[in-house]
C-alpha cells in the first residue's frame, strides 16, 4: 500500500505541474479523487488486510487523500489567481477616453413653474389638493353660483362626456370640494394644481387641455388685503423683488367683489413695450372675495368666515416668464425647446 500511496503522489505531483487550466485541473480532480478515481481505487486494497495492517494503512490512505484534496485545491486557487492577474492587464481601463455623453432629461417647464408656485404655498402652510378632470355639472358650475340657466355658463364652452358629466373647464370645483370635505367647517388654505378642458381651437394662445392652479383660503375674518399681500408675495417669487400688481373690478359668479390681477411688465418696468402692448402692465390671473352663496352651499356660515380665492392659467404664467409666444410649444414635446429650461434656469434669462 504504501508503495502504491508514493507512486501515485508522485504521478500526481508531475500532472498538477502540467495542469494550465482550471477545467484540464478538473479533470485531473476526478481521474485521481472522483468515484472511480485512482485513489478512491486504493480503498479496494484496504478491504484485503488484516485488521492489524487496516489501521495502519488506513491512516496512511486517508492523509494521502487529504493531501491530494489540498494539493489540488491550492492548484485551483493559484490557477485563479493568475487567471485575474490577467484579465486586469488586459482589461486596463483608459482613463483618458472621452466620456459617453448620459442624456437626463428635464423637468418639463409646466412642471417647472407649477413647482415653484407650489413650494411657495406650501411654505406659507397650504395643503396641496387635487380633483377629477371628469367632473359632475354641479361642482363645475352650480355649487360655484352658476345655476343651470345662469348666462355665465355661456362664458365657457364645455366639453360634456355625459349628461350631468364634463371635463371640467376650471380647477374652481377643488375649491368646492375641499370646502364641502371639511367636516369642522373650519379654516381652509388649499392649492390645487391641475388640467382643464375648453371646446376651444387649438391656436398660438388657445388650448383645449391647459393647466391651471387654484387656491382657497377661508378663515374668520379673511379681507381684501389678505389676497392682496399674498398675490403681492407671488408675484414678486415668480417675477423679481420689485413687481408690483394691480386689481381691476371683474366678474366671476363664485366671487364678490371679483377681480383680475395684473403685474408691472417685467420687461419695461411699467414703462410700456411691446411685451405688454405699451399699457405696463400683464395680465395674470382671476380672484376675489369668495362669494357667500358659494360658502353657504358648501355648509359653511357666512356669518362667521369669509375667503378668497384665485385661479391663474399655468400657460400663460410661464410664457410670460419664459418669453414664449406659442402655447402649442408645451405640448409638442420637441427636445430642444424642453431642454432650454434647463439652462435658463441655470443660466438666468438672457
Ligand atoms: N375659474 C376661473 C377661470 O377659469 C379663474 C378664477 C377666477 C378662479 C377667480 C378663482 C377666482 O378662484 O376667484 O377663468
Request: aromatic letters at 8%.
Given at each position: ?37 485512482k ?15 487496516k489501521k ?7 492523509d494521502?487523500r ?14 485563479k489567481?493568475k ?18 455623453e ?7 417647464p ?20 387635487t ?12 355649487r ?10 355661456d ?17 374652481s ?10 367636516k ?16 376651444d381651437?387649438?391656436?398660438a ?21 389678505h ?18 400688481i ?34 405696463g ?33 399655468v400657460e ?9 409666444n406659442?402655447?402649442r ?19 438666468g434669462h438672457?
Amino acid at each position: 500500500m504504501e508503495k502504491e500511496i508514493k507512486q501515485l503522489k508522485k504521478d500526481l505531483e508531475q500532472a498538477i505541474a502540467k495542469v494550465n487550466d482550471v477545467k484540464s485541473l478538473n479533470d485531473l480532480r476526478v481521474h485521481y479523487l472522483g468515484k472511480k478515481g485512482k485513489i478512491t481505487g486504493l480503498k479496494e486494497m484496504l478491504k484485503e488486510l488484516s485488521v492489524e495492517d487496516k489501521k495502519t494503512a488506513g491512516k496512511l490512505f486517508n492523509d494521502f487523500r487529504q493531501e491530494a484534496t489540498d494539493l489540488i485545491e491550492e492548484k485551483e486557487i493559484n490557477l485563479k489567481r493568475k487567471a485575474l492577474d490577467e484579465q486586469l492587464i488586459t482589461e486596463k481601463i483608459d482613463p483618458t477616453l472621452g466620456a459617453t455623453e448620459i442624456k437626463t432629461g428635464s423637468i418639463h417647464p409646466l412642471d417647472r413653474t407649477i413647482k415653484e408656485v407650489l413650494d411657495l404655498f406650501v411654505s406659507m402652510g397650504y395643503d396641496v389638493v387635487t380633483g377629477p378632470e371628469i367632473e359632475s355639472d354641479e361642482y363645475n358650475f352650480a355649487r360655484l353660483n352658476l345655476p343651470k340657466d345662469h348666462p355665465a355658463r355661456d362664458m365657457q364652452d364645455s366639453l360634456y362626456v355625459a349628461t350631468d358629466y364634463l371635463l371640467r373647464t376650471q380647477t374652481s370645483p377643488t375649491q368646492v370640494r375641499t370646502m364641502e370635505e371639511n367636516k369642522a367647517k373650519g379654516p381652509i388654505r388649499m392649492i390645487a394644481p391641475g388640467k382643464v378642458y375648453r371646446k376651444d381651437d387649438d391656436d398660438a394662445t388657445h388650448s383645449h387641455q391647459f393647466m391651471q392652479i387654484e387656491a382657497l383660503v377661508v378663515d374668520e375674518n379673511i379681507n381684501l388685503g389678505h389676497l392682496k399681500g399674498t398675490l403681492e408675495l407671488m408675484v414678486q417669487t415668480l417675477f423679481g423683488k420689485e413687481r408690483k400688481i394691480r386689481f381691476r373690478p371683474s366678474y366671476f359668479p363664485f366671487t364678490e367683489p371679483s377681480l383680475e390681477v395684473d403685474v408691472s411688465c417685467f420687461r419695461c418696468d411699467g414703462e410700456g413695450c411691446s411685451f405688454c402692448k405699451e399699457s405696463g402692465w400683464l395680465e395674470i390671473l382671476g380672484a376675489g372675495m369668495v362669494h357667500p352663496a358659494v360658502l353657504e352651499m358648501s355648509g359653511y356660515d357666512k356669518e362667521k368666515y369669509s375667503g378668497f380665492a384665485f385661479g391663474l392659467g399655468v400657460e400663460r404664467l410661464a410664457m410670460l416668464k419664459y418669453g414664449i409666444n406659442d402655447i402649442r410649444q408645451f405640448y409638442q414635446n420637441h427636445l430642444h425647446f424642453l431642454e432650454l429650461f434647463e439652462r435658463i434656469d441655470k443660466e438666468g434669462h438672457k
